[in-house]
């Protein structure tokens, strides 16, 4: 009998396949929506992972875990904002376990609920796109970015992030010109990469790092500027 669930540390949740991240995603979800198991009114992922564990006879951590999605899916109500976060939420914990078909499916789902006119929508596109970049689909992720880069028009992010897509798939010239495009309005704050950290402080040291090739690129030949 199960009568008590801790909280995993980091340690263990990556033995597990997990992180903590991913762990407060999911919990996130579940107190956020009202869900009843077994004729029992749930008020925490907690309860919600006791309640399921009272019917195993043996647990595989990370098997048990990987159905919590699927699941919890099923409990969310049919329409509405917080439907679509909690689908993009767990669409982005499935595409970090390389689950890329059921992440797929649930981005699916959520830009089909909301449209990419609305503040919802971009929001789920442009998280998507950098799930996409972060797994190596760099030219799916391109396609998403430019689709809000042309619709909603000049916004502080768009010129740096296009350019370090295009430079991650070796379109380097097109990479350098979005780049020239942040110098031009903002030349104090990105013509130096040890402002990354504070202007990019979600993006992964990586990233940064191979944005200061494109601005390398762009100092050691600016583009012309009609």
């Known amino acids: 009998e199960v009568t008590k669930v801790r909280r995993r540390t980091d340690a263990e949740m990556r033995e597990f396949g997990f992180s903590v991240e991913q762990y407060d995603k999911v919990e996130e979800i579940v107190t956020t929506q009202h869900i009843v198991e077994n004729g029992f009114t749930l008020d925490s992922f907690h309860e919600f992972i006791m309640e399921r564990m009272r019917t195993a006879d043996s647990v595989v951590p990370t098997e048990f875990l990987e159905h919590?999605?699927?699941?919890?899916?099923?409990?969310?109500?049919?329409?509405?904002?917080?439907?679509?976060?909690a689908t993009a939420q767990l669409a982005h914990v499935a595409i970090q376990q390389n689950r890329a078909e059921l992440a797929n499916q649930l981005y699916g789902e959520a830009m089909q609920s909301s449209p990419a006119s609305s503040s919802l929508g971009r929001s789920v596109r442009w998280n998507y796109a950098w799930d996409l970049y972060q797994v190596g689909e760099t030219k799916l992720a391109l396609e998403l970015w430019a689709e809000l880069a042309s619709a909603f028009g000049?916004?502080?992010?768009?010129?740096?992030?296009?350019?370090?897509?295009?430079w991650s798939e070796d379109r380097k010239a097109e990479a350098v010109q979005?780049?020239?495009?942040?110098?031009?309005t903002e030349p104090d704050l990105w013509g130096n990469p040890a402002n990354f950290p504070a202007l990019l402080p979600d993006w992964r040291e990586q990233d940064r790092a191979r944005l200061a090739e494109v601005l390398a690129a762009w100092q050691a030949n600016p583009p012309a500027w009609p």
């Open 178 to 184: 979005w780049y020239a495009a942040a110098m031009r």
């Open 154 to 166: 000049s916004h502080s992010w768009i010129p740096p992030t296009l350019a370090l897509g295009l």
């Open 68 to 85: 919590y999605a699927d699941e919890l899916l099923d409990l969310m109500p049919a329409d509405g904002r917080k439907p679509v976060e």
